[in-house]
């Protein structure tokens, strides 16, 4: 009778919506016997830092609980957007996951193993080729502001001129001609000198048909850039979407050869981007890094960046407004 009692409060406890500490309590079947409801401390988003052979690349995972006892996520590994984990086992403090494939090479499942500490997460990625890094994870901040935004002047990020405040993460293909600024060929990321916390941010931008470049709002989300189809129904990974994360509520996009705007506002986590004069996502929060982010840190300033490793692409104004 004990135990069916037991099952029945931690079953109302369950639905009750109480602070997940309380899961975490160790509760007395008798007088010998206890269980530990353990999961409950994974439970929550994280920011990972992954150990790739000495370079250190960002990863996010996010745990939730699935009716009483499962637990699911998601997953953003260090390429690629966000992909559902249909299940986290969890035992004795340890976890584990896996998912297919995306954009890596092999044909194996990515693999995480962890154990779950006071000092956050740690473990080892097994990617689709059988290699395995090191990784940690600590929770990520919540970000949430207590007054609204007061904003600074507004400043031009690109002269018209030449890549002054502007540095390429590789060897640079990005050139200025006629005033517009050029990634003419797939080569590396171009990422202001500077790091910005909150603010509006203006960008006129034109492809070519099957153009692919991306704006990185502090450097770890990414508003796509894609030549999506004008009928195509909205994506996350399509034209407007905050890549893996957040879809449009249209598809705005005028199409190729045709000059184009966003005007995106970032306040913590919240996002707005209007895409051509069209407001397509209104202050939605952006649950974590995406896919090419340049890190993990989620609650410091970060640069703006370009992405030019896909297709070519041009920009002929960037403006940005800081909070102060």
Known sequence: MRKKIFLFGLGYLLLSGLPQKTFAATIAISDNIKLAIEPAALIGRWDITVDVNGKLAPAWLEVKLSGYKTLVGYFVSTAGSARPVSEVKFADGKFKFEIPPQWESGTSNLVIDGTVSDAGIQGIMTDCNGKQYSWKGVKAPYLKRTAAPAWGKPINLFNGKDLSGWKANGPNQWIVKNGILTSPKAGSNLITEQKYNDFKLHVEFRYSKGGNSGVYLRGRYE???????????????????????????????????????????????????????????????????????????????????LQGDHEPIEYRKIVITPAK
């Not at 034209?239 to 005028?254: K, R, S």
């Not at 050869?257 to 895409?275: F, H, K, P």
């Open 223 to 305: 508003v796509q850039i894609e030549d999506s189809k004008k009928d195509a129904h909205p994506n996350s990974v399509l034209f407007g979407g905050v890549y893996g994360f957040l879809a449009p509520n249209e598809m705005a996009t005028l199409g190729p050869g045709e000059w184009q705007s966003y005007d995106i506002t970032l306040v913590g986590r919240l996002v707005t981007v209007v895409a051509n004069g069209k407001t397509i996502i209104s202050n939605q929060e952006i649950p974590g890094i995406t896919g090419g982010a340049l890190d993990s840190n989620e609650g410091e300033p970060g640069p703006i960046y």
